[in-house]
């Protein structure tokens, strides 16, 4: 099982734009996926009970989510330079180290600007290899993503969509 996380609690965010279409490309490649979108978490995960044996009932299902899934894609938004501190909370929220530990990750970065979060994705790159995860050589970063969509909600320019099929083809055979 694959979960791909939109990185960001933003409501109506490209990151979850992104997300759709990875979905969408698993499900092509008859791969089980889901979203896990940071913009659904539960209220209250910044309360000192998630730190108690995880106490707090609505996060139940999250690290259901995580605990069942064998591989990760992180959609990642560049936040003042880094990625975003929901990110984090989401990591640091999830059982230690069982919820990632021995599991796979790709990551993608994404940014409105020319860099396409290079930095964000080392640095959470740093935190998967913290926690465990091994992580796809094949690194995404995608500049300018307010200009990648069609109105089908479909990437259509050359480039990325060689990439990212190229990461997707990777990320199911690793």
Not at 35 to 53: A, C, F, Q, T
Request: proline fraction near 6%; charge should be negative.
């Amino acid at each position: 099982m694959i979960t791909i996380v939109a990185s960001t609690n933003r409501p109506g965010s490209y990151t979850l734009k992104l997300a759709e279409y990875y979905l969408k490309k698993f499900y092509e490649q008859e791969q089980l996926a889901e979203i896990l979108s940071l913009e659904n978490l539960p209220e209250g995960l910044v309360h000192p009970e998630m730190y108690e044996n995880h106490k707090l009932p609505t996060w139940e299902p999250v690290q259901e989510l995580v605990s069942r899934s064998k591989k990760f894609v992180f959609i990642i938004p560049e936040y003042n330079g880094s990625y975003p501190g929901i990110l984090k909370l989401f990591i640091d929220a999830c059982k230690f180290p069982e919820s990632f530990a021995g599991k796979k990750s790709a990551l993608v970065g994404v940014s409105t600007g020319k860099y396409g979060n290079i930095r964000g994705v080392e640095h959470f790159t740093g935190v998967c290899h913290y926690i465990n995860m091994h992580v796809l050589p094949l690194k995404l970063h995608i500049p300018h993503i307010h200009k990648e969509f069609n109105e089908e909600g479909e990437l259509f320019k050359e480039d990325t969509v060689k990439y990212t099929n190229q990461q997707i083809k990777q990320f199911i055979e690793f």
